[in-house]
């Protein structure tokens, strides 16, 4: 009973002081809307990176050619991988599951008038599902195709743009490099990756892509999709060991090749992403502080006011833990309630964000809510502290002299 009494005189000394109230009030509140606000940005950043690496694939391990050169300096890229060695990955390798051996290019493109220069892809129908490629029109080539060098090509949907407009591509024919190609399919669209547009380019049988249309006769790379629940770190073990034996690279030699495993690029990524994250709400945080420093004040400059107050409330009796749990319950509803009103503008500005610009995704997260409703209590009980102690070890004859 005493406690909400307590509470009662907490709220009539605020609103007695409305404006000063809402002042004190006004730092915490731009604080949270800050933090909220930053921390959506971060979380939104982080999962359009993770949607982005994670859209070229999962389980995934991506062998290349190694580099060639002397002392340090890289001059081109080895011709060591070969369509011998995607077969030895796909049927010695343990824990694969299926694999794509790939070559690519630049090639110009043609239909009719119009012309487009664009990444071309000579690879199998496993890159699909390798890569979380799926069709929107048409449909994929086959292995008797490819086995057959088959002229068909499956275009991403902004070459499809490029070249056709608004016109149904299924079926025509184009010129890739002067020479004829059906078009069989369009891929989904999976959005620019910013170094690699997966949506602007045509993906070709490789047997097509190296003998027809490249010209070469060793591979750009083989993707080695992992099978569920394998160790990927040993499947990487196991085609590193396998390569250096068909490769005759004797101990101590450098391995003419390189495996990039696309987990360890997710994690990497999401850790850059992560920090990212904390370097805003850190920054942001700093004006809750500022906010804390301003509760402090107002609250001594109301200690001061009301000394006389205190004096009479001690001299009849009350007891200093009465006054301290007074002051420091006026500290934490300004802090609470500009938490509140906090919380609300800055879910509202997190909403607002993308409607403004184009360069922010913004995900506003339960955790980062809590996080910012917990810090400004932790400011108001912690900047309010001091005022409230100071009102309760004020001696009461001392306090009635005031004037």
């Given at each position: 009973m005493l406690f909400w009494t307590t509470v009662k005189a907490s709220l009539k000394s605020l609103l007695a002081s409305a404006m000063r109230s809402f002042l004190a009030m006004l730092g915490i509140i731009i604080g949270v809307a800050a933090v909220i606000s930053m921390l959506a940005i971060g979380t939104g950043a982080k999962k359009s990176i993770m949607d982005r690496v994670t859209a070229m694939g999962t389980n995934l391990l991506v062998v290349r050619p190694g580099q060639s050169g002397s002392h340090g300096v890289m001059s081109g890229t080895m011709q060591t991988l070969s369509l011998a060695d995607a077969l030895a990955i796909a049927r010695e390798a343990p824990g694969v599951r299926r694999i794509a051996p790939c070559v690519g290019g630049s090639v110009q493109l043609k239909y009719m008038s119009q012309n487009s220069r664009c990444r071309v892809t000579g690879t199998t129908s496993t890159y699909l599902p390798i890569r979380d490629f799926k069709i929107a029109q048409g449909r994929a080539f086959t292995e008797p195709e490819t086995d057959a060098y088959a002229r068909v090509a499956l275009l991403g949907p902004v070459t499809v743009d490029n070249l056709f407009g608004v016109n149904d591509p299924i079926g025509q024919d184009i010129k890739m490099n002067g020479i004829n190609f059906t078009v069989v399919g369009v891929l989904k669209a999976k959005g620019d990756q910013g170094w690699f547009n997966p949506d602007d380019q045509i993906l070709i049988p490789y047997t097509t892509a190296m003998k027809q249309v490249l010209g070469l006769d060793y591979l750009g790379e083989v993707d080695v999709h992992v099978r569920e629940g394998e160790d990927v770190n040993k499947v990487l073990d196991s085609i590193t060991a396998l390569l250096r034996k068909r490769h005759r690279?004797?101990?101590?030699?450098?391995?003419?090749?390189?495996?990039?495993?696309?987990?360890?690029?997710?994690?990497?990524?999401?850790?850059?992403?992560?920090?990212?994250?904390?370097?805003?709400?850190?920054?942001?945080?700093?004006?809750?502080?500022?906010?804390?420093?301003?509760?402090?004040?107002?609250?001594?400059?109301?200690?001061?006011?009301?000394?006389?107050?205190?004096?009479?409330?001690?001299?009849?009796?009350?007891?200093?833990?009465?006054?301290?749990?007074?002051?420091?319950?006026?500290?934490?509803?300004?802090?609470?309630?500009?938490?509140?009103?906090?919380?609300?503008?800055?879910?509202?500005?997190?909403?607002?964000?993308?409607?403004?610009?184009?360069?922010?995704?913004?995900?506003?997260?339960?955790?980062?809510?809590?996080?910012?409703?917990?810090?400004?209590?932790?400011?108001?009980?912690?900047?309010?502290?001091?005022?409230?102690?100071?009102?309760?070890?004020?001696?009461?004859?001392?306090?009635?002299?005031?004037?």
């Open positions: 690279l004797q101990p101590g030699t450098p391995d003419d090749f390189n495996i990039r495993n696309q987990a360890d690029m997710i994690e990497t990524f999401n850790q850059m992403a992560q920090t990212f994250s904390i370097l805003l709400g850190s920054i942001a945080s700093i004006s809750l502080l500022v906010g804390g420093i301003g509760i402090m004040n107002i609250m001594l400059v109301t200690v001061t006011e009301r000394t006389r107050e205190i004096g009479i409330r001690k001299a009849i009796g009350a007891k200093e833990r009465s006054i301290l749990l007074q002051f420091l319950i006026e500290s934490m509803i300004i802090s609470g309630v500009g938490g509140l009103i906090g919380v609300g503008l800055g879910v509202a500005a997190a909403v607002a964000i993308p409607y403004f610009t184009t360069q922010f995704v913004t995900l506003v997260e339960v955790q980062g809510i809590l996080l910012a409703l917990s810090f400004s209590a932790v400011v108001g009980i912690f900047f309010g502290f001091y005022p409230a102690l100071r009102a309760a070890r004020l001696d009461p004859v001392e306090a009635l002299r005031y004037e």
